[in-house]
């Protein structure tokens, strides 16, 4: 027996719940060689934030990021994080642009898709998993955790057993807020042990100070992996510190035996170096390490806190942070109880900080309400109760169906409005997903290469690529 699996998140989730996704490719490829030698079972290191942040801020090609990593990367299994129909976006795509998507992250180096739904909705992953299995990668689902009255543990499982008849490979519990306590999650993989056949990996961040314990819980009922950070960029916001939750299962059966320990430090002490560079450029905010047992009581995830207090500050009103905090439960409760991650946490945020600012509850209603409320993102776990229905959309219609069932193809669509620009055929996924940072990023590049100024783009004729 090899013991636990270890999936590390170094290269995505890590730098993404404390520098914002700030880490650059030219930071990552000087230890790729260590790392690859470690014996993890996967580095996550594509999706989530790093595509847009790739593009907006780094000004990197988040596909020849993929390919270098690839090329890089010779025995470890490389995973991204796919937000279902909403790919890597804000948005639902349609179905062919998120096939294509699939597709392309798979021929340029992606081994394991984790697909989520914010709502935990299957028919919102049922595109991305069918053409995961279709290209040839390992197509892991994922349970988007929170707690409520009717998210108890028969609903993971029968959502467990849902996924799992879709032909899943593996099954994740996402539990993105760090609020999934050590018994809870014990019972959870037992009863989800009982039924289900495929691996069950479980994914938790470090925010509320639980999270180790809650692995070692799990494990012993049964998970087969787990997601940890390696220590330099772990614990905080992001997930629990790699070597110590290794150390700790020293002596037991679940040991993981194919780690090489030894590598792994030296590889600790390369990120010392790089968390010391981010400390220095600003980059890493020392409170994102705290541990905030808010979280608890709230169940806002780390993101989501900063995200409300910049909200309340544009506003001059930082002295409601309380009060918002509060309200954030409340818009849960009156939404049906959606778990809170990308889009519903901004969706769920934003709405809470309008409803205290303006002193009245939905008084002034953002379009992306609206829209989950006429069922435009899928079924929420609860029904929408007609007051708060009428109050948001008075007597609008509610979809029911698969929201993506109401997209007409558009992947051709993209690709004509951009065919000046095209480098590779991955640009037209770039574009689709972030069309005003996309363009940019294409001036710039060919600006760049051309070596003209990149105004010239701008005007009524078109440079070409050759």
Partial sequence: MSGIKITDTILRDAHQSLIATRMTLEDMLPIADKLDNVGFHALEMWGGATFDSCLRYLNEDPWERLRALRKAFKKTKLQMLLRGQNLLGYRHYPDDVVEEFVKKSIENGIDIVRVFDALNDIRNIRTSIEATKKYGG???????????????????????????????????????????????????????????????????????????????????????????????????????????????????????????????????????????????????????????????????????????????????????????????????????????????????????????????????????????????????TLPISNEIKEKIIGSEEIFTGRPADLMEPQLDEFKEEIKQYIEQEEDVLTYALFPQVALEFFKNRLAEKYKIDNNLLDQEYQIYPV
């Fill in 138 to 380: 390992h197509a892991q689902a994922a349970i988007s955790y929170t707690i409520s009255p009717v998210h108890n543990t028969k609903y993971y499982v029968d959502l467990a057993l849902e996924m799992a008849d879709m032909g899943v490979d593996s099954i994740c519990i996402k539990d993105m807020s760090g609020i999934l306590l050590p018994y809870p999650a014990e019972e959870l993989v037992r009863e989800m042990k009982k039924v289900i056949k495929v691996p069950i990996e479980v994914h938790s961040h470090f925010t509320s100070g639980i999270a180790n314990q809650t692995y070692m819980k799990a494990i012993e009922a049964g998970a087969d992996i787990v997601d940890t950070a390696i220590s330099p960029m772990g614990n905080g916001t992001s997930q629990p510190a790699t070597e110590p939750l290794i150390a700790s299962l020293e002596g037991s059966p679940y040991y993981p035996t194919d780690i090489n320990m030894e590598l792994l430090l030296e590889v600790s002490d390369y990120f010392k170096g790089l968390r010391e560079k981010y400390l220095k450029e600003g980059l890493l905010d020392p409170k994102v390490l705290n541990v905030d047992v808010n979280t608890l009581i709230y169940q806002v995830p780390g993101g989501m806190l900063s995200n409300l207090v910049s909200q309340l500050k544009s506003q001059g009103r930082e002295n409601q942070f309380e009060e918002a905090l509060k309200e954030v439960p409340k818009v849960r409760e009156d939404f049906g109880y959606p778990p809170l991650v990308t889009p519903m946490s901004q969706i769920v945020g934003t709405q809470a900080v309008f409803n205290v600012i303006l002193g009245e509850r939905y008084k002034m209603v953002p379009n992306e309400a609206k829209n989950y409320v006429m069922g435009l993102y899928g079924k929420p």
